[in-house]
């Protein structure tokens, strides 16, 4: 059964880009069966998806973080990835990378959901 | 404030039966399909209902998903302490092209 693990720094700084690799184990990341996507939720607060991402490179971004948002796929590593911009304090948040079954759009969930690891803005 | 509206806290006695609400609008709930998600304290959230009102294998026939219109419910039966969890609806919004969550209920037995 497939497993993530997400992994990156605990803390950035106010401006600087936030980084995040998700690695899939279990099974393969070049699977036609599967979306690979982030998902994120501020200390206390409701969870919000960031993005989610096909082997070939397939992305959905969510518009309101669109514009500094950056996944990518290492399928030698069997790794996805999450790169964060001009990142500030409304950031902070656990991280979470899931296994997406996107059938079509508007038919998707989420499962499994890795650990999640919590990221902190502040200088 | 979520385009999905949950009610932020439910409770019932061990045993009883309890309803969550997810209502939203026709670009989400009334045209897409909806998922349900369990997150135990300090856990990560955890597929319970796909497709509306299907459940994953490992899901106790306990919990069941519905949908009319623009309104889909969580319904947990026989509940447990453990069953105290944050519950999230989510879909597709069509119009804003994103996958939205509504925020979260509180379950908690008493």
């Known amino acids: 059964q497939l497993q993530l693990q997400e992994s990156g720094p605990g803390l950035v700084k106010p401006s600087e880009t936030l980084s995040l690799t998700c690695t899939v184990s279990?099974?393969?990341?070049?699977?036609?069966?599967?979306?690979w996507g982030w998902i994120r939720q501020p200390p206390g607060k409701g969870v919000e998806w960031i993005g989610s991402?096909?082997?070939?490179?397939?992305?959905y971004y969510n518009p309101s973080l669109k514009s500094r948002l950056t996944m990518s796929v290492d399928t030698s590593k069997n790794q996805f990835s999450l790169k964060l911009s001009s990142v500030t304090a409304a950031d902070t948040a656990v991280y979470y990378c899931?296994?997406?079954?996107?059938?079509?759009?508007?038919?998707?969930?989420?499962?499994?959901w890795g650990q999640g690891t919590l990221v902190t803005v502040s200088s | 404030q979520s385009v999905l509206t949950q009610p932020p806290s439910v409770s019932a006695a061990p045993g009883q039966k309890v309803t969550v609400s997810c209502s939203g609008s026709?670009?989400?709930?009334?045209?897409?399909?909806v998922s349900w998600y369990q997150q135990l304290p300090g856990t990560a959230p955890k597929l319970l209902i796909y497709?509306?009102?299907q459940r994953p294998s490992g899901i106790p026939d306990r919990f069941s998903g519905s949908k009319s219109g623009t309104s889909a419910t969580l319904g947990i039966t026989g509940l447990q302490t453990g069953d105290e969890a944050d519950y999230y609806c989510?879909?597709?919004?069509?119009?804003?092209?994103?996958?939205?969550f509504g925020g979260g209920t509180k379950l908690t037995v008493l």
């Open positions: 497709e509306n009102n």
């Open positions: 989510g879909t597709w919004d069509s119009r804003l092209s994103v996958v939205i």
């Open positions: 026709s670009s989400n709930i009334g045209n897409n399909y």
């Open positions: 991402i096909y082997y070939s490179g397939t992305t």
């Open positions: 899931a296994t997406v079954t996107q059938v079509r759009m508007g038919l998707n969930w989420f499962d499994p």
């Open positions: 279990g099974g393969s990341i070049s699977s036609s069966s599967y979306f």
